[in-house]
């Protein structure tokens, strides 16, 4: 393997070069001894078993060299209306608006220096529109291919029920302009009626002359910037359901008092049958109102599935239900009650709403955070601008002269007592986010009976006043009708730099007349802020932008970076593998592959940074000085600059050796080891409409994640953002890598009674057992937040990259060292009896033993609150049907979104389940004798190929990641690092009908196999042919491969 050859592919080498690279006579050949099995009409079926264990060395060299633009020129994306006129982005910068049968171009610009300054020559350019919507799964994709000088169109809509439809969107028409400087490509088209109300996600798709995909790099992940090359897009009106909260008056609230009666309003699109409300309480409490045929009720649970509770008591002490005030009305639903719960943030989720159509309904209006508010007081704060009113951002821009105002609305039984209110701006930084101090404050006060006020800037933490005032306070309006409000109409009145930047506005007194505080309480935990200002600054809290061209602005100067990293690596892999095939023909054959391989990884690479000019000038070494004295002081990154820099740092592996600050680097040699668990099964199932469906489907081990339960929900919840085009950790804290063991043992087959390899035929009924366990491990705890809590953090980028942002004392910052005193996969499979399907039953005992884990300076680390998730995948190859993937609601869910919560998935094939994945809802063992209830949950596809997969695209995980990869979690929320014990099972359905002829469709099955993507399919099926077929007598030699 050479050249782009992956690592991720190494591990579907082994048994291949098991097989053809044997190091030594004892290991010549093998032979699988087998009896022809003799078919009759029978309940269980007979199994044929054979396994062989396999050692051995096989080793890979690569190189690889990476270049790509961090700021350059820019791909743009922009959306026409038939009338030429642009299709801007929503009142939340977040959607376009489209409509159904109306013709809009989508136009794509590419530099072409976006190309040649990478040394690449163009391939295609083109726009991709995906949406995942309702259970239907929309793919439009068309461009000008390059190099084979035509367009390129797609657009398929695959339904809930696997069935797929052609033309969501329709290609009215297609051109192309290149001229000296750019690329440009227009696709003219519509989306037709059978397209899906909703949000659909649109974006640039770049490929080079060889068709590898040109990567955008950072050139979008500034918010400004962002809309280049991505868009949003919102088709129609979207079916679905809002949520409201009003008080006691209709008006509606985001806060309530405890005793307070409100209502929770839910109105749809369509009539409701059936809804669930839940809120949690704390912890993994749940109180949950639910609404059925017209019957209201409340009680308290806990989260046992994606959509369902498993309700404990048919009551609540926290929440009292108005029955004679909750009603319905067709499409409304309201609930009215009052909370007696522990003042502060709740929050609640919408779990199902479903319509009398059977539909279940989407959340149209939910908040990126949904939570009520229960307090006394509560004051939420709101900064706004005539530009930017009803608009949702971080931060509001004011220039100089600019006048915003600060709503203050304060709620409370005594908010009527309040008449001295003062609030301040602060200057925003990293230090303010750390618990520091500001070097200054704007106090703004105000008397409500005199209607007086005043401003005045102070230093801190002296009060000393400064000599000049940046705010002219303009106007405070008051009013009151249960709900004290304040509005500050304020500008910035200078042109003094030192001012400018964000600000954040926090409540410092609320006094009654006789200057008495109303609620002796501190403000600042009973507050929310819904912007930041931003006034004068270049972006945001940034002090540096990026302009139109796709540059760096930097001290007003424009720059073009663009990175280039060589890679090389040898790689030598040594394996001890157990491979089992379970063969029961014609309708079943099993393949599993267990055990241990363990790489060393010599390496050497480097990565450097070229900043020019946009006319392509290299900077110089004395501006290059400026640039790094702007960006960095005493080697710590400025506030305002912070991810610039990487940018500046040139470095290879050796400036990395023997720093203490990177204690798991000593030389440029890089061991890891990875547990092997993969199970394939090729099978055939009876489905009543469709008859016998063939199916391959794989499972396989994929990790262990460390996580802290935030929401009480007791899953392991990560998210995964289009835009940005990768997965948001969320709760996820941690992935662990296996450094070593001290004991390797293959659990063989009838507990190896017929030796390390072997053959037998059973009874269908009888349990196989095959299984891997691992003693004495040590390995590294790798976070996944360092640097951008937002983004999944690669494994590898703390190898082939200089790392920022660790701290060797901080658990949360720096890899740290991890011994585990056992892990064991044990797997149990039989045959259960069934009139269309038999089950075939895989059980899987998974032990994790103690943990010991110190920090990157040897501090012991405290894994009190930390949730342990065991990750695994399902994948469906491939089957003469079209297989999805649902949770045990009946939702689809999709391989890259954010975490669905289900006790089980199925693959289904139309309405009929061809497999299941029973990963939660069963009792897990906490250090040998606390039992307890496992969970479990999807994680996205895009937060293991972040962790996982370089920018190479080489894996240190030797699993295969495709675009049809499930992930799944078996969850244990209360951990702490320590022992537990659990076991999750797959269930595949085996036809019966299949073994009540003579027929044998061997031929298929194999055809099946031998199309697999799998590099060890070829002697794989050869052997596995053997195994279903009851041949006597297969021998496969193997013959010594030179290095």
């Keep these: 393997m050479t050249g782009k050859a992956a ?20 290991a010549a050949s093998w032979q699988l001894q087998l009896q022809a099995p003799v078919y009759a009409v029978q309940s269980l079926p007979e199994m044929n078993v054979t396994w062989s264990t396999l050692t051995g060395t096989i080793t890979n060299e690569a190189s690889w060299e990476v270049n790509a633009w961090e700021f350059g020129p820019t791909p743009t994306l922009k959306i026409y209306n038939s009338s030429g006129m642009e299709v801007e982005t929503g009142p939340l910068e977040f959607g376009s608006m489209v409509n159904r049968n109306a013709d809009y171009t989508f136009s794509v610009k590419v530099p072409k220096q976006f190309f040649d300054g990478l040394g690449l020559t163009v391939g295609f350019i083109g726009v991709e529109i995906i949406g995942s919507i309702g259970g239907s799964k929309v793919y439009v994709r068309a461009g000008y291919n390059y190099t084979s000088d035509r367009w390129e169109k797609e657009s398929i809509m695959v339904r809930f029920d696997g069935t797929t439809v052609d033309t969501p969107f329709f290609f009215a028409n297609t051109n192309k ?5 750019e690329y440009m490509v227009n696709v003219t088209g519509h989306f037709t009626d059978v397209a899906p109300q909703g949000y659909y996600y649109c974006g640039v798709k770049v490929f080079d002359s060889n068709f590898n995909e040109v990567k955008l790099s950072s050139l979008n992940w500034l918010p400004q910037n962002m809309f280049k090359s991505f868009r949003l897009i919102v088709l129609e009106k979207r079916s679905g359901f809002t949520v409201y909260f009003l008080d006691e008056n209709g008006e509606p609230i985001r806060y309530v008092r405890n005793g307070q009666q409100f209502k929770i309003v839910i109105n749809a699109t369509s009539p409701i049958t059936y809804a669930l409300f839940a809120i949690n309480k704390g912890g993994r409490t749940w109180i949950v109102l ?3 045929q017209g019957k209201f009720t409340v009680g308290e649970g806990y989260k046992s599935s994606e959509k369902e509770y498993y309700i404990v008591r048919d009551y609540s002490p926290n929440f009292t239900l108005n029955l004679n005030e909750c009603y319905s009305s067709n499409s409304n639903v309201t609930f009215v009650g009052s909370f007696s719960i522990t003042d502060g943030e709740h929050k609640y989720t919408v779990v199902n709403v479903v319509d009398a159509y059977g539909n279940v309904l989407e959340w149209i209006n939910k908040p990126l955070d949904p939570k009520i508010v229960v307090d006394d007081p509560y004051i939420y704060i709101n900064v706004t601008t005539q530009q930017t009113a009803g608009r949702q951002l971080i931060e509001v821009p004011v220039k100089t002269n600019d006048e915003f105002n600060i709503l203050v609305d304060v709620y409370g039984e005594k908010a009527n007592q309040v008449d001295k209110v003062c609030i301040a701006l602060l200057p925003f930084s990293l230090e303010l986010l750390q618990g520091g101090i500001p070097e200054y404050a704007v106090l703004l006060a105000y008397n409500i009976t005199q209607n007086q006020s005043a401003v005045i800037a102070v230093s801190l933490p002296d009060l000393t006043p400064l000599s000049e005032c940046p705010v002219e306070l303009v106007s405070v309006k008051n009013a009151f009708n249960g709900v004290l409000h304040l509005n500050f109409s304020l500008m910035f009145n200078t042109t003094n730099s030192t001012f400018f930047g964000s600000y954040v506005v926090f409540p410092i007194y609320l006094n009654s007349s006789s200057d008495n505080s109303v609620w002796n309480v501190d403000l600042s935990k009973h507050f929310e802020l819904s912007s930041l200002i931003a006034f004068n600054s270049a972006f945001d809290w940034f002090e540096y932008s990026v302009g139109e061209d796709g540059s760096l602005i930097l001290n007003d100067n424009n720059y073009y970076v663009k990175m280039r990293a060589n890679l090389t690596v040898n790689t030598t892999a040594s394996y001890e593998l157990l491979v089992t095939f379970i063969g029961s023909p014609p309708g079943l054959l099993l393949i599993s592959q267990v055990g241990y391989v363990h790489f060393t990884q010599t390496m050497l690479w480097n990565r450097t940074y070229f900043w020019t000019h946009i006319n392509g000038t290299p900077v110089s070494s004395e501006e290059m000085q400026t640039i790094n004295n702007t960006i960095w002081s005493d080697g710590v990154e400025n506030p305002g600059y912070t991810g610039l820099g990487p940018l500046t740092i040139n470095a290879s592996i050796d400036d990395l050796i023997n720093n203490p600050d990177y204690w798991w680097i000593t030389s ?8 092997v668990f993969n199970v394939q099964e090729v099978y055939v199932t009876s489905i009543s409409d469709l008859g016998l469906s063939w199916n391959t489907i794989e499972v396989s081990f994929a990790g262990m994640l460390l996580y802290v339960d935030q929401d009480g929900d007791s899953v392991l919840d990560m998210g995964i953002s289009p835009l940005l085009g990768a997965a948001d950790p969320e709760e ?14 293959l659990k063989l087959p009838f507990n190896g009674t017929y030796g390390a390899n072997g053959s037998v035929k059973v009874p269908g009924g009888t349990t196989v057992d095959f299984g891997v366990s691992l003693t004495d491990i040590n390995g590294t ?5 360092v640097g951008n809590d937002d983004r999944v953090h690669s494994v590898w980028s703390f190898i082939r990259e200089v790392p920022l942002y660790v701290d060797p004392s901080d658990f949360e910052k720096s890899p740290s060292p991890a011994n585990v005193t056992s892990l064991s996969l044990t797997a149990h499979f039989h045959l259960g009896a069934g009139q269309s399907n038999y089950r075939g039953v895989l059980k899987v005992d998974q032990e994790v033993g103690d943990w010991s884990v110190a920090t990157g300076n040897d501090a012991p680390a405290n894994l009190t609150g930390r949730s342990l998730a065991m990750a695994y995948y399902g994948k469906f190859i491939q089957g003469n049907y079209t297989a999805r993937f649902f949770s045990e609601s009946g939702n689809v869910v999709d391989s890259d979104s954010n975490s669905t919560m289900s006790n089980s998935f199925s693959f289904k094939v139309g309405s009929s389940t061809i497999a299941d994945f029973q990963m939660g809802g069963s009792t897990y063992t906490l250090n040998g004798s606390k039992t307890l209830m496992a969970c479990s949950s999807t994680i996205p596809l895009s937060a293991f190929s972040g962790m996982y997969v370089g920018e190479t695209g080489d894996s240190i995980a030797n699993i295969t990641i495709t675009g049809e990869t499930y992930f799944m979690a078996t969850c244990f929320p209360e951990w702490g690092g320590e022992d537990v014990q659990n076991d999750p099972s797959y269930i595949s359905y085996i036809s019966t009908s299949i073994y009540e002829s003579q027929g044998n469709l061997l031929l298929l099955l194999l055809l099946l196999m031998a199309s697999s993507s799998k590099e060890s ?3 794989l099926v050869l052997v596995a042919a053997s195994a279903a077929a009851g041949a006597a007598v297969v021998a496969v030699r193997r013959a010594r491969k030179k290095k």
């Design 781 to 785: 705890l790798f976070p996944l937040k």
């Design 177 to 181: 302009t290149d001229n000296e400087n």
């Design 668 to 675: 440029n040699n890089f061991t890891w080891s990875w547990l």
């Design 1017 to 1019: 399919a070829g002697v």
């Design 7 to 26: 690592l991720a592919t190494l591990l579907a080498a082994l048994v291949v070069s098991a097989i053809l690279a044997g190091t030594g006579a004892a």
């Design 732 to 745: 996820a804290t941690h992935v662990f890598i296996i450094n070593s063991a001290d004991d390797i043992e």
């Design 290 to 292: 639910k609404f059925d």
